[in-house]
């Protein structure tokens, strides 16, 4: 059908293009909706480039493929312009989409879900995400609130890592557990450095590592309980702090390389410190929190030696417990001042000592015993010398002495190993002036010496517990000798200075008395009363015999006889 065409213009439903062949490679046509094309064909006939205007006003360019599938469509609709790029089975592998307002997009891959998207909104934010097979995000970078993050996803769609950068230069890497929950973060700012933190479930962080050398835990309420610190100026530090924040527990090693550790009570106050000097002897001290004073010392000192120490309220040692640099060890009490006053110690050799002693340190009272444990006690005066000691000597006897003023020993006295025992007094020279003894069996004497260490007086009992009574002279020899005899007689005897008996005065078992005259011999002359308390004397010659007698008669009346050699009588009166 013929229509009416106004002049100047050429109206058809198609026009088309031929080559030299005939064969049509451009036309102009309208398609069954009516919508104008313009396409580009190939040798064969096959449209490879397509201009049309959709039935919506929306127009597009295609490019096509040997098989007449589009490969390449750029569109412009009300949504915005698009450029799309697809695989020969019709997959979309890159869009290329800008919306009205200036946002743009660009896709890559996964057909209709793209697995990459670069995105940018209309103020120029960008954002780019990679999706899974599925189509869901896996990973994205996008802008936050004040800067840009990157996620990344599991296969359940669950945040499980961050990237995050803000405007002031401040980074931070997230990382998640199965709920989305963030669990980790490596973070870097410039008030605090670097950081790596650890997170509970609750959203609270558990341990917190500085680029400053500094390691923060915390309890599950948010409470920083322990810090870990290295800096060149301070060392390094371990702190352990309570729910309040207050340091409980410190452990250093200063600039110097000195390692301590601090206890501490709750308000912050040093109660115990364990450190070491340069050459690694160690010291643990204990402080009065009330006072800030040292109560307790235990301390390896520079000289090897071992020492605990204990200090009052006011800060004075008043007792010392050690091994000194000999390996002797000790303990030591002290006073008010510090001074020593009492010290316990055992040497090397097995020597073991209690001394108590002055303002001065010196001693005035020592218990000691010997390796052999030979006990001893030493008392000193005033003056510091030695007046009284008492123990077991090497004899194993048990001896006490008393000294004077020049320590000079005046008054002893023992128990020997024998059982037997005594008690001496001594002069200035240390020589025994009396004697006071007891055997064995337990029988006593009594002596004295004199100058000369010669016992010039002695009073015993002889092994019939008899009392005697002698006096000798300055070489020894008996002189004068007092004794009871049986119980029942007593008797004392003079003698000279060959020990030959001159005198004897004496009582009988009966009690009757008698009293004889020696020559160097024999006796010569006795006197005394008989049995009947009646008056006798007799005269004995050089042989012993009794020559003469003269006394009283029982009726009271002198009787005198004179005999020969052979017991007759020469003469006799009455």
């Not at 010290?343 to 218990?367: H, M, P, V, W």
């Not at 003023?405 to 002893?412: G, L, P, T, Y």
């Not at 007799?538 to 009346?557: A, M, P, V």
Request: proline content about 4%.
């Amino acid at each position: 059908m013929k229509t009416h065409t106004p002049a100047g213009e050429a109206r058809a439903e198609r026009f088309e293009i031929a080559d030299a062949a005939g064969k049509p490679r451009a036309w102009l046509a309208t398609g069954a909706d009516g919508a104008p094309q313009i396409a580009v064909a190939d040798a064969e006939g096959r449209p490879r480039a397509v201009l049309s205007v959709g039935a919506k006003g929306s127009p597009s360019v295609e490019l096509r493929d040997e098989t007449g599938a589009a490969r390449a469509v750029v569109s412009l609709e009300a949504e915005g312009a698009s450029v799309t790029l697809r695989t020969p089975s019709g997959k979309e592998s890159l869009a290329l989409r800008a919306g009205p307002d200036g946002a743009a997009t660009v896709g890559l891959g996964g057909g209709k879900q793209p697995r990459t998207m670069l995105a940018a909104d209309s103020t120029g934010e960008g954002a780019l995400t990679f999706a899974g097979a599925d189509g869901a995000p896996r990973a994205s970078v996008a802008p936050s609130k004040d800067g840009y993050a990157l996620e990344i996803r599991d296969d359940e769609g669950m945040r499980r890592t961050e990237v995050r950068s803000n405007r002031i230069s401040a980074s931070e890497v997230r990382v998640c557990d199965k709920d989305g929950k963030v669990r980790g973060r490596i973070g870097m700012d410039k008030e605090r450095g670097a950081t790596v933190s650890l997170t509970s479930v609750e959203g609270q962080d558990r341990a917190v590592l500085g680029e400053r050398g500094s390691l923060a835990l915390s309890d599950p309420d948010g409470h920083v309980r322990c810090t870990v610190e290295a800096t060149a100026e301070m060392g390094g530090a371990v702190r352990l702090m309570d729910a309040a924040a207050v340091n409980r527990a410190v452990l250093e090693c200063g600039p110097d390389g000195l390692p301590s550790l601090e206890l501490r009570d709750a308000a912050g106050t040093e109660v115990a410190q364990l450190g070491a000097r340069e050459n690694g002897t160690p010291s643990l001290t204990m402080t009065d929190a009330a006072t800030k004073q040292i109560r307790a010392w235990l301390d390896l000192g520079v000289d090897e030696g071992a020492r605990l120490g204990f200090y009052a309220k006011d800060g004075k040692r008043r007792l010392s417990v050690g091994i000194d640099e000999n390996t002797i060890p000790y303990c030591q009490l002290l006073d008010a001042e510090e001074h020593i006053r009492a010290c316990l110690y055992a040497q090397d050799g097995g020597d073991c000592a209690l001394d108590f002693r002055t303002s001065e340190n010196k001693s005035i009272l020592s218990l000691y015993a010997t390796p052999e444990l030979r006990p001893g006690l030493s008392m000193c005066d005033t003056k510091l010398v030695e007046r009284l000691w008492f123990g077991v000597n090497t004899g194993n006897d048990a001896v006490m002495s008393m000294m004077d003023s020049d320590a000079k020993v005046r008054v002893q006295s023992a128990v020997r190993d024998d059982k037997s025992n005594y008690v001496g007094l001594r002069d200035g020279a240390g020589a025994f002036r009396a004697y006071l003894s007891a055997s064995e069996t337990g029988s006593p004497g009594f002596y004295l010496y004199d100058s000369a260490a010669k016992v010039r007086a002695s009073f015993y009992l002889s092994t019939t517990e008899d009392p005697n009574f002698r006096f000798d002279d300055k070489s020894g020899n008996e002189r004068l000798w007092i004794s009871s005899l049986n119980e029942k007689g007593s008797m004392i005897s003079l003698y000279d200075s060959s020990k030959r008996l001159r005198a004897s005065f004496y009582t009988v078992d009966d009690g009757t008395p008698s009293f004889t005259l020696h020559d160097t011999t024999r006796e010569r002359l006795s006197f005394g009363l008989t049995s009947t308390q009646l008056p006798v004397a007799h005269f004995t010659d050089s042989s012993g015999k009794d020559r003469l007698q003269f006394g009283l008669l029982d009726n009271e009346t002198g009787r005198y006889n004179i005999t020969d050699g052979n017991g007759g009588v020469i003469w006799a009166a009455p």
